[in-house]
């Protein structure tokens, strides 16, 4: 229990992270320890139940979510040359003060329904929840592709948590669609990160509003 | 036999007939030739099975009441109900779509090598077998289906002529109105399934009591506005000269003839019969919008010289008359007088059987008309009884027909509804009876001006002189043509002999509705052919008037050619020319021959008229060398209704542009924003 | 017996008729210090123009050819079916008040093609004239007949008249009303002053004498009887439905000749009324008309509404 929270901090304080960091190398390698955590959450589940294609899908998502996919954005960096990441709409205090509320708000009596699903993880639920809200909220603040790109990933991560601690994962199925979503949306990430970087000649998803009439 | 005629597999040969011809017109589409046979035979052997269909549900009497298979969703079951009203209008979609498909055999050669004819077959009996649907689908879902088929099938014959572009544009402003009034449709029906919690009309009906009547009321606005939008009442009439005159002719008829008249057999279906008891505001505004409609669209058809849409604005004016028939009824029986309402509601159903068969047959004339000379404006045509007689003739007869003279079957219906406007202004206490006057003032000033804008369609188009070049390559029509245009002809005269039994017979179909059952009848056929009303209130017989016409005419000529003169020469003239050379311009025009009228009401109709001249010498300016003057009506609707309407949907739509920013960031804050709303909405 | 009251009631009508002419025509004169035409000519008229021949515009279609004979078929039929001198032919078949005037509007409704099949500027014009006339008249005579009706409780004519309708007192006022725009339509309907001036062919006052302006011999003899038919039968139906007075209720010998004999007078008197009014006033400027017969409605839709 004590592992899993610490294992589920580890996820949070990345995406927190993630908020603050400015260079891209250490958005990839943040989005690495967090997958890295997820992996050693699935391996606790296998072990409390047993369910050896657990055990499988916990490799697979160490190898392609730990290993393969921060390469893949590291050589993405590097091909593009982007060793500093964009900038934010808001500020860090204010960005701050939004992660605060946000994780009040995930925290709260109101939505205590979904984060009581199963009340003896309780506070894990919502921990999970919370960092869902903070991805969500990093797509928004964020203006540059890769940044967006890792918002979603991380989005992801959360939800896996979530359902994991909400008892909801035990099909292998929802893993499996999981890691096939994300093979899409490296795709999709490569061809849009391309298609910008050609068009506009910067990975700064403002200037598409140049697209609007 | 009867039986087998009257049963539900009857009613899916006759939906098999149009599907087949359907699918075979699509099939044959490289061959002209064969796709026209293929889908005339079929359209008429499905007319045909359908008049056989509708007659023999009519004689048993029995209401037929199935479920045509299972479908895979909840709300939409595929149930039919095919009751005497819903029989009544299957015949009369049976009998002008019959005639129309002996029209099109001819008619449609002349799009040969022009146009894809498997493509007008395919939705030519789509279009048929959706209208069949839409009077015997009793689900709301299954209802709207029908609807929508119709619909659209009908907007791409509309477009058929895509050459033009102004044909391309009035299918669109079809297609948008007729959609909007299928949204006002389906929040009706959402509305009653609220309240009711199905959209079956058979549920619904007996339902009908947990509806409150605030919302009956908003029910009754929304429904009345969304089959309006189809029937073509004003306001919402604006498509109805627009589309009615781009369609290929024989689909005009058709789309006039029966195609509006579904939206008041909805109306009757859902004020008379599902909606029951009503308030009696609901009698009196039907009867507002009838005479409005009836009034606004002779005026407006009086100020046309494009002779297609001069028909779609009577068509407009003929539905005004068959809802004040039915505002009339939905009256009477709000106040519990069930005989007159009887009476009220016979006389919108003759009303409309009369106008499918006297509006076709003009709308078939005129197309064979526009078909010889190429041109809708009637200010080109001119002395085409000489080229064309027998299509003149029958056009005659159609004009005699919708101007309400009599032996013709036009003057039944309208005497039967001035005798329930009467009986109202007799038996009504104030309020109700000033608006059953005003309703009895608007008929009778609709049915002067409606005879004096036939005089001049038909002046202008046949009789003098012609006005252009083109109506000497005119030829008389061909003889599918003049099949259908003389059995119209004959159907209307024929109706109006026998206008006695064929009310009684109305009346029976009147009487299976549910509040009518017991209703005594007000309308009697002592002698087998004197119609009377109350006992000796007014009486009526056409096979009277007419012998006695004929015996007038007949002794008339006998002694004036031969006891009176005998040796009398007729000499072959020219008309007065007061010395100069006669011109086609001497003659009256059908601008000129509408223009007092349209001076007289132009509180109304706002007429304008601009002069321009043209000097020799610019600055002296005593020459003219030519003057133009520009006559024009103003578009009231458009002005004043539909115009503010759009500048405010428009703005509207600017202002709510600016959520569009361009950003995805913005965007996504949208989604997060919307799940935490409706998290904390839901929780 | 009761054929010979059905064969008069049915020639009544075109025998009486150019008598009305020629009364209200020698009353004129009179009234203008001249001797005038003997009321009778009107019938040597006819019969010179029945015997005289045919000159036909080559624009002209059988429509032109065979107005004249619908139109004085339908007077012929129309007179026969009101009431002229008897109240209990009871006509349930063709008397009843819209049958009138709709057939009656059958009568326009060609002489306005006819007017239009010539192709001549007059006639074009006449024709305009004339159906817009008799669209606005429409609504003024279907009201005031609707209103006797209502008083009398039937819309057959025959009906109305059996029952006097100024007898009853608290509708008399309606009656009166009703009587009045009756008058209006009357002098609209049959072309006299204001609305139309049957004594000139000049464009500037002809309506009726506009259409008629192609025609020759026989068939403008029957145009001319036709409008003269039509000036009988308003008369007669105004006289008859309002003032009720002498007519015969039963077949015998003397109730019919009393019946002719009152149905003479009132004729006659109506007659000089209409060559009154025409001695005394000038014809109204053309689009002043309207307003003239707006009245008429207005007058018939107060009448109506006073009826409780």
Same mark, same amino acid.
């Given at each position: 229990m004590l592992t899993l929270q610490f294992f589920l901090g580890v996820v949070f304080g990345t995406i927190i992270f993630l908020h603050l960091t400015k260079k891209n190398f250490g958005v990839a390698l943040a989005y690495a320890l967090q997958s890295l955590a997820i992996t050693a959450i699935l391996l606790g589940s296998f072990f409390e139940t047993g369910n050896i294609s657990l055990l499988f899908i916990a490799l697979l998502v160490f190898i392609v979510k730990v290993i393969l996919a921060p390469l893949f954005f590291i050589k993405l960096i590097q091909k593009h040359r982007l060793l500093f990441s964009v900038s934010t709409y808001l500020n860090i205090p204010l960005t701050l003060i939004i992660i605060a509320i946000l994780s009040f708000v995930a925290n709260s009596h109101k939505l205590a329904p979904l984060t009581g699903i199963i009340p003896a993880n309780h506070t894990l639920l919502s921990l999970a929840l919370s960092s869902m809200f903070l991805s969500l909220f990093l797509i928004i603040n964020r203006k540059g592709a890769l940044s967006q790109i890792m918002g979603i990933l991380s989005f992801e991560n959360s939800i896996v948590a979530f359902t994991i601690f909400a008892g909801l994962e035990q099909s292998p199925a929802l893993q499996l669609g999981i890691i096939f979503n994300i093979f899409i949306w490296l795709i999709i990430a490569t061809v849009f990160m391309s298609m910008i970087y050609k068009h506009f000649g910067s990975l700064d998803i403002t200037s598409m509003k140049h697209l609007k009439d | 036999m009867l039986e087998i005629i009257a049963s539900p597999i009857s009613f899916f040969i006759l939906l098999e007939l149009f599907l087949i011809g359907a699918a075979g017109s699509l099939v044959l589409r490289k061959n002209d030739a064969s796709a026209n046979v293929w889908s005339s035979f079929f359209a008429i052997a499905g007319s045909l099975w359908g008049l056989l269909f509708a007659s023999a549900i009519l004689i048993s009497g029995q209401a037929l009441s199935f479920v045509a298979g299972t479908s895979p969703f909840p709300l939409l079951s595929l149930a039919m109900h095919i009751d005497m009203l819903s029989a009544l209008f299957i015949f009369i979609i049976s009998l002008i779509a019959l005639f129309c498909s002996i029209y099109g055999i001819g008619y449609v050669k002349h799009f040969y090598k022009k146009y894809n004819i498997g493509t007008l077959g395919f939705f030519y009996h789509l279009?048929? /077998?959706?209208?069949?649907?839409?009077?015997?689908?009793?689900? =709301?879902?299954?209802?709207?289906?029908?609807?929508?088929?119709?619909?659209? /099938?009908?907007?791409?014959?509309?477009? #058929?002529?895509?050459?033009?572009?102004?044909?391309?544009?009035?299918?669109?402003?079809?297609?948008?109105?007729?959609?909007?009034?299928?949204?006002?449709?389906?929040?009706?029906?959402?509305?009653? #399934?609220?309240?009711?919690?199905?959209? %079956?009309?058979?549920?619904?009906?007996?339902?009908?009591?947990?509806?409150?009547?605030?919302?009956?009321?908003?029910?009754?606005?929304?429904?009345?506005? &969304?089959?309006?939008?189809?029937? &073509?009442?004003?306001?919402?009439?604006?498509?109805?000269? @627009?589309?009615?005159?781009?369609?290929?002719?024989?689909?005009?008829?058709?789309?006039? &003839?029966?195609?509006?008249?579904?939206?008041?057999?909805?109306?009757?279906?859902?004020?008379? %019969?599902?909606?029951?008891? @009503?308030?009696?505001?609901?009698?009196?505004?039907?009867?507002?919008? =009838?005479?409005?409609?009836?009034?606004?669209?002779?005026? #407006?058809?009086?100020?046309?010289? %494009?002779?297609?849409?001069?028909? /779609? #604005?009577?068509?407009?004016?003929?539905?005004?008359?068959?809802?004040? =028939?039915?505002?009339?009824?939905?009256?009477?029986?709000?106040? &519990?007088?069930?005989?007159?309402?009887?009476?009220?509601?016979?006389?919108?159903?003759?009303?409309?059987?009369?106008?499918?068969i006297f509006k076709s047959l003009l709308f078939l004339s005129a197309g064979s008309v526009i078909n010889q000379m190429h041109t809708r404006n009637m200010e080109e045509y001119g002395g085409l009884i000489k080229y064309m007689p027998h299509t003149a003739f029958f056009f005659l007869i159609g004009s005699m027909a919708i101007s309400a003279l009599p032996p013709f079957n036009g003057f039944f219906s309208e005497w039967l509804t001035f005798q329930s406007l009467f009986q109202g202004i007799i038996a009504l206490d104030s309020s109700a009876r000033w608006v059953f006057i005003l309703a009895a003032g608007a008929l009778a000033f609709t049915g002067g001006l409606a005879l004096t804008c036939f005089v001049k369609a038909f002046g202008a188009t046949f009789l003098a002189r012609p006005r252009s070049a083109e109506v000497s390559h005119a030829k008389e029509s061909s003889f599918p043509l003049l099949a259908a245009m003389g059995a119209l002809a004959a159907l209307s005269l024929l109706f109006g002999l026998f206008s006695g039994p064929v009310t009684l017979f109305l009346e029976t179909i009147g009487k299976s509705f549910s509040i009518f059952q017991s209703a005594p009848s007000l309308l009697s056929l002592p002698r087998g052919h004197v119609l009377t009303v109350g006992s000796g209130f007014a009486s009526v017989s056409g096979l009277a008037f007419l012998v006695l016409f004929t015996v007038a005419i007949f002794i008339v000529v006998w002694i004036i050619r031969s006891a009176i003169n005998k040796k009398q020469k007729i000499k072959i003239g020219a008309t007065w020319d007061c010395g100069t050379d006669l011109t086609s311009r001497m003659e009256i025009t059908a601008t000129g021959f509408a223009r007092s009228i349209v001076l007289i009401f132009k509180g109304v109709l706002k007429p304008s008229i601009q002069h321009e001249i043209e000097y020799h010498d610019a600055e002296t300016r005593y020459m003219p060398k030519s003057r133009t003057v520009i006559l024009g009506v103003r578009d009231v609707h458009q002005a004043y209704f539909y115009r503010p309407l759009h500048k405010v949907v428009a703005t509207l739509a600017e202002q709510t542009k600016n959520i569009q920013s361009g950003n995805i960031n913005t965007y996504i804050s949208y989604i997060f924003i919307a799940l935490l709303i409706v998290l904390f909405a839901t929780l | 017996m009761i054929i010979l009251i059905w064969t008069i009631q049915l020639i009544l009508t075109p025998v009486v008729s150019p008598l009305c002419i020629g009364i209200i025509k020698k009353v004129k004169a009179r009234l203008q210090n001249r001797r005038g035409a003997s009321i009778f000519q009107p019938y040597k008229d006819l019969w010179k123009l029945l015997h005289k021949d045919e000159v036909i515009s080559s624009n002209a279609s059988w429509i032109f050819y065979y107005a004249p004979f619908i139109i004085f078929a339908v007077t012929i039929v129309v007179g026969a079916s009101i009431p002229l001198f008897a109240a209990f032919l009871n006509n349930t078949l063709t008397g009843d008040m819209l049958v009138i005037v709709y057939a009656l509007a059958i009568g326009a409704f060609f002489l306005a093609l006819a007017g239009m099949d010539t192709g001549g500027a007059f006639g074009g014009f006449g024709s305009s004239r004339e159906m817009t006339l008799s669209a606005l008249a429409e609504g003024g005579l279907i009201f005031s007949l609707l209103t006797v009706a209502l008083i009398s409780g039937s819309t057959n004519l025959f009906a109305i008249s059996s029952s006097g309708v100024f007898a009853q007192d608290q509708h008399f006022l309606s009656a009166l009303l009703a009587l009045c725009g009756f008058f209006i339509v009357l002098l609209a309907e049959t072309g006299r002053f204001p609305y139309d001036n049957p004594d000139t062919h000049l464009e500037l006052t002809m309506i009726h004498e506009a259409i008629i302006l192609e025609y020759s011999g026989k068939r403008l003899a029957l145009m001319e009887w036709a409008s003269a038919n039509k000036l009988l039968i308003f008369i007669a139906l105004g006289v008859n439905l309002f003032f009720p007075l002498g007519l015969a209720d039963n077949g015998g010998v003397d109730a019919i000749l009393i019946g002719m004999a009152a149905f003479m007078v009132k004729i006659f008197i109506c007659c000089l009324i209409i060559a009154l009014i025409e001695s005394s006033m000038a014809k109204f400027r053309f689009f002043r008309l309207p307003d003239l017969l707006l009245v008429s409605f207005i007058l018939n839709v107060v009448a109506l509404s006073l009826i409780q």
């Open positions: - | 279009f048929i /077998a959706g209208m069949v649907l839409v009077v015997t689908a009793s689900n =709301g879902i299954f209802f709207l289906i029908a609807w929508e088929i119709m619909s659209v /099938a009908s907007y791409f014959l509309v477009v #058929y002529d895509r050459n033009d572009e102004n044909n391309v544009k009035a299918g669109f402003l079809y297609l948008v109105m007729t959609h909007v009034g299928t949204a006002f449709i389906i929040a009706a029906f959402l509305l009653l #399934y609220k309240y009711t919690g199905s959209f %079956d009309f058979e549920v619904i009906k007996s339902a009908v009591t947990f509806i409150p009547s605030s919302i009956k009321n908003t029910i009754f606005v929304l429904s009345m506005v &969304g089959f309006g939008v189809k029937a &073509g009442i004003i306001p919402f009439h604006i498509w109805l000269p @627009a589309a009615h005159p781009a369609a290929p002719s024989h689909i005009s008829a058709l789309m006039s &003839g029966v195609m509006i008249k579904t939206g008041v057999f909805m109306m009757m279906r859902l004020f008379l %019969d599902i909606l029951q008891p @009503a308030p009696v505001w609901w009698g009196l505004v039907v009867l507002f919008v =009838g005479a409005t409609s009836s009034l606004l669209g002779v005026l #407006y058809a009086l100020t046309e010289h %494009d002779i297609k849409r001069l028909l /779609a #604005y009577h068509s407009i004016e003929n539905i005004g008359i068959i809802l004040l =028939g039915l505002g009339s009824a939905l009256t009477f029986s709000s106040l &519990g007088m069930l005989p007159l309402a009887l009476l009220s509601l016979v006389a919108a159903l003759f009303h409309t059987v009369n106008h499918a | -």
